[in-house]
C-alpha cells in the first residue's frame, strides 16, 4: 500500500466526518415537520434532550440510512482516487454507530474504546463537547473536522 | 433508456437544490430540540 492510498484514506476519513458534521449541523436545526428528513430531525432532537434515546434503536437501524445516502459515493470510485471514495462510503456507512459509541463511554466494546483513544473514532469527550450547548463540534465519526466545523457552524452569538 | 437519464438528471437536481436550501436555512435558526 503505497503513500498515495494512504493519503486518499485519511484524507476520505476527514471529508465523511466533514459532510457528516454539515449534515449534523442542518438537522439539528430544522423542524421535525420537514417533509423529507423530519423523522432524522425528530430522532436528533430526541436524542438531544435524551441522550440514550438512541439505544432504543438496533445496529441495523443506525446503519441503513447512511449507507443508502453515502451510495452515490461508489459511482465515483469507478474513477480516480477509487479509495477515497470507499473510505466516505465506509465512513458514512458506520457514522451513526460511532456516535453511538461516543455516548456508550465504558460500556462501548473493547475494539471500539481502542479505536476512540487512537482518535479513529469519535471519544465520548470530543461529541460531549456538542452537548455542552448543541451550537460546535458536530463530527459524529471522528472529530477530526471539529475544528473547521466550528469555524464554518459554530455558535455566531457570542 | 434516455427518458430515465432526463427523470435520474431532475430528480438529482431537485435534490442537489433541496440539500443547498436546507444548509443555508439552518443558518437561520437556533438548535431545537
Known sequence: MGWAV?????TGWFVIDLITGVYHFVIDHRKPSDPVIGGQVAD?????????????????????LPTVMALPALAFARYGLPWFWWTVFAGALVSQQAHYWAHRGPLAPWYARALQQLGVLISPDAHGRH?????????????WSHGALDLLLGRRTT | MTAILYILAAVGV????????????????????
Do not use: T
Open chain 1, 44 to 64: 436528533f432532537q430526541e436524542h438531544h434532550e435524551n441522550p440514550r434515546s438512541m439505544e432504543k434503536c438496533g445496529l441495523l437501524a443506525r446503519v441503513w
Open chain 2, 14 to 33: 431537485l435534490a442537489i437544490a433541496y440539500a443547498v436550501f436546507i444548509v443555508v436555512d439552518a443558518f437561520r435558526h437556533p438548535p431545537m430540540g
Open chain 1, 6 to 10: 494512504v493519503g486518499q484514506i485519511v
Open chain 1, 131 to 143: 452537548h455542552g450547548d448543541f451550537e460546535r463540534s458536530y463530527g459524529v465519526l471522528n472529530g
